[in-house]
């Protein structure tokens, strides 16, 4: 199969295109907000491109960029990645509706997660218009509202966190976090645990899902639970079974409440932690042995609410401190020295959220472009499982759990760019 490989790659003609690789930074100061960028070569900001609502997040596919602006803007603006300052299109999501997340099963149908709603929206993320809902309404807890949030997407099945949080008690966490599951062919749930009557969910080890990233076919999930009382953690979920691993790293390892998280390959990461007087740092850890290490050094201990990884590169979202505004900005890390490279990068108003736009996936190895570096890395990980040696989540570029020939397609159509 690997001689069939290599004689594949020998066959196709490349032709390189430069990928002009820019990070789109969500800002806020909560009275007012804007979308800045940064290019990921030179680090020149462009900020204040567009004006949005205080408490937005971005997404990205293909060639667009969404802004959820949530609640009390209740909308999505539709931008293209190559011009961040004039709008495509904006539509509602319903007056109140608070739109957290989305995801996206083609280029005309996506689903959008309302937080103040028990349904889950289905629209044609290029329009706006409707295409339907899916209840959700069974999940919720006492206060009739399942608190649906982050979202991912495998196949044709969608994976939604349900916090369910109890807003009559300062929302605070109930019996159980869930993870819904919708088969996008049907548009209705699919039943996680055919053990027990009805349509049931995923139950979470922990309760109160903050940070949700997919990795492959694993779905790693931070759990906070109640705030202060460190009994969260890290989690796995199974995509294809459908079966919760369990927690891998306590919140007591990692001395304070989990927030924001990024992983570096399918065993390393790095999430935010607060502590008991509200200091936040940023802590890598490894899902395989649950061992907490390295706080990285050169940070504000301000409010940090997102981190991102491009290659080796560690991108955080300081937002500074009441002491010392002046701190905040974008912060990057080398993560084969856990030290700090660049920034503070000034983004207008202080960053709270990112995504990239234009990176190449067969760039395996971040050095600018898809190259005979990044196949050899690729050809060391085809037919390769997880659990096999060089295997990574990363080669499994349609995850379906083994790095086969769909992925070298999609490698071959990036390589040379």
Same mark, same amino acid.
């Given at each position: 199969?690997?001689?069939?490989?290599?004689?594949?790659?020998?066959?196709?003609?490349?032709?390189?295109? *430069?990928?002009?690789?820019?990070?789109?930074?969500?800002?806020?100061?909560?009275?007012?907000? *804007?979308?800045?960028?940064?290019?990921?070569?030179?680090?020149?900001?462009?900020?204040?491109?567009?004006?949005?609502?205080?408490?937005?997040?971005?997404?990205?596919?293909?060639?667009?960029?969404?802004?959820?602006?949530?609640?009390?803007?209740?909308?999505?603006?539709?931008?293209?990645?190559?011009? +961040?300052? #004039?709008?495509?299109?904006?539509?509602?999501?319903?007056?109140?509706?608070?739109?957290?997340?989305?995801?996206?099963?083609?280029?005309?149908?996506?689903?959008?997660?309302?937080?103040?709603?028990?349904?889950? +929206?289905?629209?044609?993320? %290029?329009?706006?218009? *409707?295409?339907? *809902?899916?209840?959700?309404?069974?999940?919720?807890?006492?206060?009739?509202?399942?608190?649906?949030?982050?979202?991912?997407?495998?196949?044709?099945?969608?994976?939604?966190?349900?916090?369910?949080?109890?807003?009559?008690?300062?929302?605070?966490?109930?019996?159980?976090?869930?993870?819904?599951?919708?088969?996008?062919?049907?548009?209705?749930?699919?039943?996680?645990?055919?053990?027990?009557?009805?349509?049931?969910?995923?139950?979470?080890?922990?309760?109160?899902?903050?940070?949700? +990233?997919?990795?492959?076919?694993?779905?790693?999930?931070?759990?906070?639970?109640?705030?202060? %009382?460190?009994?969260?953690?890290?989690?796995?979920?199974?995509?294809?079974?459908?079966?919760?691993?369990?927690?891998?790293?306590?919140?007591?390892?990692?001395?304070?409440?989990?927030?924001?998280?990024?992983?570096?390959?399918?065993?390393?990461?790095?999430?935010?932690?607060? @502590?008991?007087?509200?200091?936040?740092?940023?802590?890598?850890?490894?899902?395989?042995?649950?061992?907490?290490?390295?706080?990285?050094?050169?940070?504000?201990?301000?409010?940090?609410?997102?981190?991102?990884?491009?290659?080796?590169? +560690?991108?955080?979202?300081?937002?500074?401190?009441?002491?010392?505004?002046?701190?905040?900005?974008?912060?990057?890390?080398? #993560?084969?020295?856990?030290?700090?490279?660049?920034?503070?990068?000034?983004?207008?108003?202080?960053?709270?959220?990112?995504?990239?736009?234009?990176?190449?996936?067969?760039?395996?190895?971040?050095?600018?472009?898809?190259?005979?570096?990044?196949?050899?890395?690729?050809?060391?990980?085809?037919?390769?499982?997880?659990?096999?040696?060089?295997?990574?989540?990363?080669?499994?570029?349609?995850?379906?759990?083994?790095?086969?020939? #769909? @992925?070298?397609?999609?490698?071959?159509?990036?390589?040379?760019?």
């Amino acid at each position: 199969m690997l001689h069939l490989l290599r004689l594949a790659f020998c066959l196709i003609t490349f032709v390189g295109v *430069s990928y002009g690789q820019r990070a789109v930074i969500v800002t806020t100061d909560f009275s007012t907000g *804007s979308l800045s960028s940064l290019d990921t070569q030179t680090l020149s900001p462009s900020n204040d491109l567009l004006l949005i609502h205080s408490d937005a997040a971005v997404r990205t596919h293909g060639d667009f960029v969404y802004v959820l602006n949530k609640l009390n803007g209740d909308n999505i603006i539709v931008l293209q990645k190559d011009n +961040l300052a #004039t709008p495509v299109t904006q539509y509602s999501t319903g007056n109140g509706s608070n739109p957290h997340d989305i995801v996206f099963a083609s280029s005309e149908k996506a689903y959008v997660s309302l937080y103040e709603r028990d349904y889950v +929206l289905i629209v044609n993320p %290029a329009t706006g218009d *409707s295409l339907g *809902s899916i209840d959700v309404s069974a999940y919720a807890d006492e206060d009739g509202i399942p608190e649906i949030s982050q979202m991912a997407i495998l196949g044709d099945r969608v994976f939604v966190t349900a916090q369910r949080l109890n807003r009559d008690a300062f929302f605070s966490p109930t019996e159980s976090s869930l993870i819904l599951v919708i088969d996008t062919q049907t548009d209705t749930l699919i039943d996680a645990d055919a053990d027990t009557e009805g349509v049931q969910g995923i139950v979470l080890a922990g309760t109160n899902p903050t940070s949700v +990233l997919q990795r492959g076919t694993k779905l790693i999930i931070s759990t906070v639970a109640s705030f202060g %009382a460190q009994d969260g953690g890290i989690e796995i979920v199974d995509l294809i079974s459908l079966q919760m691993e369990g927690q891998k790293v306590s919140e007591e390892s990692l001395a304070g409440d989990v927030g924001a998280m990024a992983m570096l390959d399918d065993t390393t990461g790095y999430i935010v932690v607060s @502590d008991a007087n509200f200091v936040s740092s940023v802590k890598r850890f490894d899902l395989s042995t649950g061992v907490v290490s390295d706080t990285l050094p050169d940070h504000s201990g301000g409010f940090t609410p997102s981190l991102a990884l491009k290659g080796s590169s +560690l991108w955080v979202l300081d937002r500074g401190t009441f002491s010392d505004p002046s701190v905040a900005g974008v912060v990057i890390y080398d #993560t084969s020295t856990n030290t700090r490279t660049s920034g503070p990068i000034g983004t207008g108003l202080p960053p709270s959220d990112i995504e990239f736009v234009d990176l190449n996936p067969a760039d395996f190895n971040d050095d600018g472009n898809a190259n005979f570096d990044d196949f050899l890395l690729f050809a060391a990980a085809f037919g390769k499982q997880p659990g096999d040696d060089a295997y990574g989540s990363q080669y499994d570029l349609d995850p379906n759990g083994m790095v086969d020939f #769909t @992925d070298f397609l999609i490698f071959a159509e990036n390589f040379g760019q």
